[in-house]
């Protein structure tokens, strides 16, 4: 399924494509996406997190925003829409997690407040996370 995902990005179409090896675990990722969105440096806030199990490879957790949309078509609320990103209506969401189960990517990531998920919505298409990763583990499909 990723190698799938990775030839559509190769072509251009708009997903992320994460390359963990390249990543050096510095989290400017997270810094990042908390200032976007909170205005706060804070990384339970993000919307990206690096995994890290050293002395194994860092895994960068993020929604891809993949053209294949699962997450969408497992929610039973409907409360799941893509324009672009995934977008989640907050007071439709139960937080039962099936859209997540259907993630090819396993992605997992809550509000720890609500336990409902977050999704990255690309900073308003200015995709932060590709812009300030100096390792370039992170970068937009066909860029």
């Known amino acids: 399924m990723f190698k799938q995902l990775t030839?559509?990005?190769?072509?251009?179409?708009?997903?992320?494509?994460?390359?963990?090896?390249?990543?050096?675990?510095?989290?400017?990722c997270e810094q990042i996406c908390s200032m976007e969105h909170h205005r706060e440096v804070?990384?339970?806030?993000?919307?990206?997190?690096?995994?890290?199990?050293?002395?194994?490879?860092?895994?960068?957790?993020?929604?891809?925003?993949?053209?294949?949309?699962?997450c969408v078509k497992a929610c039973p609320q409907k409360a799941l829409s893509?324009?672009?990103?995934v977008k989640l209506d907050e007071k439709a969401c139960d937080g039962c997690g099936q859209c997540l189960e259907a993630c090819p990517f396993g992605y997992n990531l809550?509000?720890?407040?609500?336990?409902?998920?977050?999704?990255?919505?690309?900073?308003?298409?200015?995709?932060?996370?590709?812009?300030?990763?100096?390792a370039k583990a992170i970068r937009k499909g066909g860029a």
């Open 110 to 134: 809550r509000n720890k407040n609500t336990g409902k998920p977050v999704f990255c919505d690309t900073c308003s298409g200015n995709y932060s996370c590709v812009s300030w990763c100096p």
């Open 42 to 70: 804070n990384p339970h806030l993000a919307r990206i997190k690096i995994e890290s199990k050293w002395p194994a490879e860092e895994k960068i957790i993020v929604c891809r925003q993949c053209k294949t949309q699962n």
């Open 7 to 28: 030839d559509k990005a190769e072509r251009g179409i708009n997903v992320l494509v994460i390359r963990d090896k390249l990543c050096t675990g510095c989290r400017l």
């Open 82 to 85: 893509f324009d672009g990103y």
